[in-house]
């Protein structure tokens, strides 16, 4: 009985730090400043709106899905007339890239700058650069919901 009662007061002592550490960790990023020494934390964006200023819709109650893409553009690449039906956010990591709404709204972004996403409004991007654009993208949705939808007539990936 003793060796049950040493690992369930092992797991409750891991549980208490990790509690603590989450709690440390939250505590800077919720004050935009790092208290651990060695930590640094900078907010890269926090918005209810996207780069145009259009506010980002509610979440739906379904199960929620979480994905992360990476895309690599080469210079002279562009990506096909798109919408999202989900909120999405990115940082661009190297190169530059314009995006542009079909209303004509234009974002340049360059390298280490962040962007929140438009949702359900129709937009493409290109790298008008001469380096790759090396972009990361967070998409917050549902299971089975997809994170992009072509425009009509629109050849793209999956």
């Excluded at 505590?27 to 400043?33: E, I, K, N, S």
């Excluded at 379904?62 to 956010?89: D, M, S």
């Excluded at 790298?127 to 790759?132: D, S």
């Excluded at 998409?139 to 919901?145: I, M, T």
Aim: hydrophobic share 45%; net charge negative.
């Amino acid at each position: 009985m003793s060796q049950l009662s040493s690992r369930c007061s092992r797991h409750v002592r891991a549980c208490l730090i990790f509690s603590l550490l989450g709690g440390l960790i939250a505590a800077p990023v919720a004050a935009d400043q790092a208290t651990i020494p060695g930590v640094e934390v900078e907010r890269l964006a926090r918005s209810s709106q996207s780069w145009n200023g259009h506010p980002l819709p509610a979440y739906r109650p379904e199960q929620p899905e979480i994905t992360l893409l990476r895309f690599r553009i080469a210079p002279g690449a562009r990506l096909p007339l798109h919408q999202h039906p989900v909120i999405n956010a990115g940082v661009l990591l190297s190169g530059e890239l314009t995006v542009e709404s079909k209303a004509g709204e234009i974002l340049h972004l360059k390298a280490g700058e962040a962007l929140i996403e438009l949702v359900g409004e129709l937009h493409f991007g290109y790298n008008a650069g001469t380096e790759p654009v090396d972009l990361i993208v967070f998409y917050a949705g549902n299971v089975e919901q997809p994170i992009m939808e072509l425009a009509d007539g629109a050849a793209g990936h999956d």
